[in-house]
C-alpha cells in the first residue's frame, strides 16, 4: 500500500474532474465522497472509481455537470431523472431535497433514475446524520448475485446504507451489500494476484461454492435466500419503483441504477435529546456484553470505518495499482501526478 | 402434525379471547393474523402464541382492548403510545393510519410504543400490498441474540417485512428475522424433542457455534456482524426513535415491544400500471434464469408461504403439544376444543 496525503490526493482527483468538464462545486463533491471512502477503509468506493467515473464521462454515458428532471412530487416524496448525471453529485442533491422533505413532513424520500454509481451510500446516510437525522440511502446494481438457486447473474448486491445520531458515542452506520462481501472486495483481491477466496464468499458458474479466484463468478447473498430477498427489495425500492435501472440496466452503460434518499426527522418522532441520550445509552449497553471466546470486541456498525477515518486524517493508503491508474490519467489529462 | 379446519381453528381462537374480555371486532383480527401464519407455513407465529397472550391479558400486562393515545403527529408520521395492548391490533390500526398518511402525502409511518408481540410481520406489510401499496412493518424483540463479539443476549433478531403489490405474479414479501433462522423455530424444534440443531444457526454461552440442543443459548445473526447492524437498526426505527422498547425493556413483562408501519403509495412515485408490470417482468427475468447445480428452484421471496397459504385455504397442520395446549385453555374457559 502507498502512503497518501489526504489533501494532495484530494486535489489530484478534483482537478481530474475539472478537466474533464466537471464544475468545480461537484468536482469537490464527487472528490470529497471518494476520498472520505479511503479515509474510511473502504477501498473498493474510493479512488479507485476515478478512472471509470472519467470513461464514463469521456464515452458520454455520464454527463460533466449534473442536470435532472422532477418527475414527481407528493408533500414527503419526490422522484428524479437523474439523466445520467454524477452519481454522487445526484446523491448528494438528492439527500439534501430529501431533508427538506422531513423537515416539512417528518420523512422525506427523493428517488433519482438514470443515475450513475453513488460511491458508498454511507456518504448520503451520513449527511443526514450530521444533521440530527437518520438518514437512509439504497442503490440498485448491475448484476453481482445470481437468485437464490440460480446460477446465473442477474442481481446487483443492491447497497443499503443507514446512519444514526448520537451525542457522545460514534454515530453508528450501517452501509451493508446483500453479499457476504462487497464484490469489489474480491476483484480488488483479484487486482492484487490473490489466488485464494475465503470460503463463503464465492460461487462459481455452477452457482456451487468456491475459494478459487480463477473460478470466481458471482458473490455469495447474505444468508442465502435472506440476501437474494433483500437485494430484490432494494431493486423494488430504489429501482422499479421509480421507473430506475435493475439487473443490466443498472449497468454503467445501460440506463445506470436508480437511488433512493430517506431521512427521518427526530423531531418529528420524538424529543431529540431523550432520543440522542437513548441511543448513546444502548450502544453502551451492547457494547459492555460479555466477550465471546476468542472476540476481540464487539463493535457497532461503522465503527471500524470511523476509526479509520479518524486514523486517516492527514493520510491515506492506497493500492499502488490503483494510485498508478490515477497517475497515468493525469499525466493524460497534462496534471501533475502525486506520490 | 394434526390437521385442523380453519374456520373451526378460526373459531375457537376468536372465542377464547373473547371469552378473556376482548371484543368481537379485536379478537378477530388477533384470530385471523395468527390463523394466516398457520397457512402460510411460519408456526412459531400461528396459533402456538394464543396461550402466551392469555397469559399476558390474565396477567394484566396486555389490554384486552386496544387503547392508545397520539404522541406526536406529522404530515407523513405519527407516533401512539399503545399501552400495552394487543401487538396484532395495534399494528392492524397502525398500518391503516400509515396508509393513510402515505394517500396524502406518498409515505406514511407510523410508530408504537409501548405494545406487545406483533406475531408476523408479513401481516401488516401485506395490508398494504392488497391495497397497491408497498408495505414495510419492523418490530423490537426482546433479546435472543448477543451483539456480534459478544457472549451474551442483549439484542432481539428484530423482524422486518416488506411487501410489494404485482399484478399476475405471486407478490413477493420478505419476512425475516436478523439471524439465520428465528428463536421461534429452534424452540419449536426442542419441544418436538429434537436434540441436533443444524450447523450455523446456534450460538453457546460462549459466543462459540453449537449444533447440540442442549447447547443452544442464542441465534446467530445473519451474515454475522450485518445481522447484527441489521438488529441494531430495527431497534432504532421501531424502538429507540418512538420511546419503544428495546432489548429487556422490548419483553412480554416489561415495556413490551415498539412497532413501525410504514407504507409507500406508489402513485406518488410513478404511474402505478407501469409499476406493477415491472414488478411482473422482473420476477419472471429472475426466475427464469438457468438452475444452480442440485437445486430445486428459484422462489422469489415469500412464494413458499404463499404456496402454503394456497394449499392450506382449508385446513392448517398444527403440531400436537401446541394444539394440546390450546384444547387445554379453551376448557378452562369453558369453550368446546377442537380435533
Avoid at 480488488?188 to 452457482?207: F, T
Avoid at 435472506?226 to 454503467?252: C, H, N, Q, R, Y
Avoid at 432520543?275 to 460479555?290: A, G, N, P, W, Y
Wanted: hydrophobic share 40%; aromatic share 6%; with cysteine.
Amino acid at each position: 500500500m502507498r502512503q497518501l496525503d489526504v489533501s494532495k490526493l484530494k486535489a489530484l482527483v478534483t482537478a481530474i474532474f475539472e478537466k474533464v468538464g466537471v464544475c468545480p462545486e461537484q468536482a469537490q463533491i464527487i472528490a470529497q465522497t471518494l476520498l472520505e471512502a479511503e479515509q474510511r477503509g473502504v477501498h473498493s468506493h474510493g479512488v479507485v472509481c476515478v478512472t471509470r467515473y472519467v470513461d464514463l464521462i469521456q464515452k458520454g454515458f455520464m454527463k460533466a455537470n449534473m442536470e435532472h428532471e422532477v418527475l414527481r412530487s407528493a408533500p414527503a416524496v419526490e422522484v428524479w431523472d437523474g439523466k445520467r448525471s454524477n452519481g454522487q453529485v445526484l446523491g448528494y442533491y438528492a439527500m439534501k431535497r430529501a431533508m427538506e422533505k422531513a423537515k416539512s413532513c417528518g420523512v422525506g424520500m427523493v428517488g433519482v433514475k438514470s443515475t450513475n454509481h453513488f460511491g458508498a451510500g454511507a456518504y448520503y446516510a451520513q449527511m443526514a446524520q450530521k444533521e440530527g437525522m437518520i438518514g437512509i440511502a439504497l442503490s440498485t446494481g448491475s448484476p453481482t448475485m445470481a437468485p437464490w438457486g440460480g446460477a446465473e447473474k442477474a442481481i446487483g448486491n443492491n447497497p443499503l446504507a443507514i446512519a444514526v445520531p448520537t451525542r457522545e458515542e460514534i454515530p453508528p452506520v450501517l452501509d451493508m451489500a446483500q453479499s457476504v462481501v462487497a464484490n469489489g472486495k474480491i476483484t480488488n483481491m483479484m487486482k492484487q494476484g490473490i489466488k485464494e477466496i475465503p470460503e463463503g464468499w464465492a460461487l462459481d458458474k455452477e452457482g456451487m461454492p468456491t475459494t478459487k479466484m480463477e473460478d470466481f463468478y458471482s458473490v455469495t447473498p447474505l444468508g442465502a435466500y435472506k440476501g437474494f430477498g433483500m437485494s430484490f427489495m432494494v431493486d423494488v425500492l430504489s429501482g422499479l419503483l421509480i421507473g430506475g435501472g435493475v439487473g443490466f440496466e443498472a449497468g454503467d452503460f445501460k440506463d445506470g441504477p436508480g437511488i433512493m434518499m430517506m431521512a427521518l426527522d427526530v423531531a418529528a418522532f420524538r424529543d431529540p435529546q431523550m432520543f440522542l441520550s437513548d441511543v448513546d445509552h444502548r450502544i453502551q449497553e451492547l457494547k459492555s456484553v460479555r466477550k465471546a471466546k476468542n472476540s476481540s470486541g464487539i463493535m457497532m456498525p461503522g465503527e471500524p470505518e470511523a476509526r479509520s477515518f479518524a486514523e486517516c486524517a492527514q493520510k491515506v493508503s492506497v493500492l499502488p495499482e490503483i494510485m498508478d491508474s490515477l497517475n497515468d490519467l493525469a499525466r493524460q489529462l497534462g496534471l501533475e501526478p502525486v506520490e
